[in-house]
């Protein structure tokens, strides 16, 4: 369903559509030089970023490494930067999961290298949780590295259950059990409530207990 799609692409699209803005010809976007070359004469701005959004999608469909490298050129830094390169990576992993990882991994700046590394590992989680829950070992403790986890450990539990709450009671503090195990608890809870209610009980009396209560 519609709303299964934005929660299994971590609702990275909300805000933008893939359409053209109607505002301009479908020939503005047709010409991407041309585009281009006007769209960046535009004003910093909402309607610029939006553009440069729409052009970066498209332009990723033939070349992800040069549409992504000038969405992180051209839009400030911010939530619509992340908005787009978010949508970039998370298209890119699934067409070729080597070259966005190398890509991501490239990026000078720690905050930009970390927030894709994060997308290629929510990426991952659709196809190959097991690989997504490695590789976003590989972020530092903070909230990218969590609030990935907490979206892989969601919807590996809906796959199987069984695995990812091995994998969430194995994990250090450090490595996010908390989170983990708050999401499992909630991916028990939509497919069984009193077995997720069992469960959660049995988790040792504390904050492992306490989070598996709370996701149910």
Do not use: C
């Not at 559509?17 to 701005?45: C, H, K, M, Q, W």
């Amino acid at each position: 369903s519609e709303e299964d799609e934005t929660q299994s692409n971590g609702g990275y699209t909300e805000g933008y559509s893939n359409d053209t803005d109607s505002t301009f010809p479908d020939s503005f976007y047709a010409d991407r030089s041309l585009a281009i070359r006007l769209v960046e004469l535009l004003p910093d701005g909402d309607a610029r970023n939006g553009i440069l959004h729409l052009l970066a999608v498209q332009w990723a469909n033939e070349d992800p490494d040069a549409a992504a490298t000038w969405a992180l050129e051209q839009i400030p830094a911010g939530h619509s930067r992340d908005t787009t390169l978010q949508v970039l990576m998370w298209n890119w992993t699934q067409r070729d999961r080597a070259a966005a990882t190398q890509w991501a991994e490239s990026q000078a700046d720690l905050s930009v290298r970390e927030n894709a590394m994060a997308d290629v590992a929510l990426a991952m989680a659709g196809t190959d949780p097991i690989a997504a829950a490695e590789y976003v070992q590989r972020l530092a403790p903070g909230d990218r590295k969590f609030n990935a986890i907490d979206s892989i450990a969601y919807r590996w539990s809906l796959k199987d259950l069984a695995a990812s709450t091995t994998w969430a009671l194995a994990l250090s503090v450090e490595q996010g059990r908390d989170y983990a195990v708050f999401q499992v608890g909630a991916g028990r809870a939509s497919g069984d409530l009193a077995a997720a209610l069992d469960w959660a009980s049995q988790q040792p009396a504390g904050v492992t207990r306490d989070n598996a209560l709370g996701g149910v």
